[in-house]
């Protein structure tokens, strides 16, 4: 049983490793965004927006729609976190 176990972990491990790297070959860059300052973005989530496991999530790949909406309910209190709402307050709408 002990040996099924060790074999099962070894597998669980490799596929996870595999789909990580998959996912990072396949991410997309921040978009092109006029939503000030995608640096204020990449303190947390990184520069290429992959983000940082169990810290922050992926960014990259993520439409610019879906980035402002975001950002925004951060902003109006509609969505709260500890650590995106005061850096939402950071963040200017061009429009």
């Known amino acids: 049983m002990l040996k099924y176990k ?12 595999i789909s990580i790297s998959y996912a990072k070959q396949q991410a997309m860059p ?4 006029e939503f000030t300052t995608v640096d ?10 992959l983000g940082v496991p169990n810290f922050t999530p992926m960014l990259a790949g993520l439409s610019e729609e879906y980035l402002e909406q ?17 850096m939402s307050q950071k963040v200017e709408d061009p429009k």
């Open 6 to 17: 060790i074999r099962l972990a070894i597998v669980l491990t490799s596929l996870l490793s």
């Open 30 to 33: 921040f978009p092109d965004t």
């Open 70 to 86: 975001q950002i925004k309910l951060y902003q109006t209190g509609r969505r709260a976190n500890l650590m995106m709402t005061p």
């Open 40 to 49: 204020t973005c990449k303190s947390c989530h990184g520069q290429d927006g």
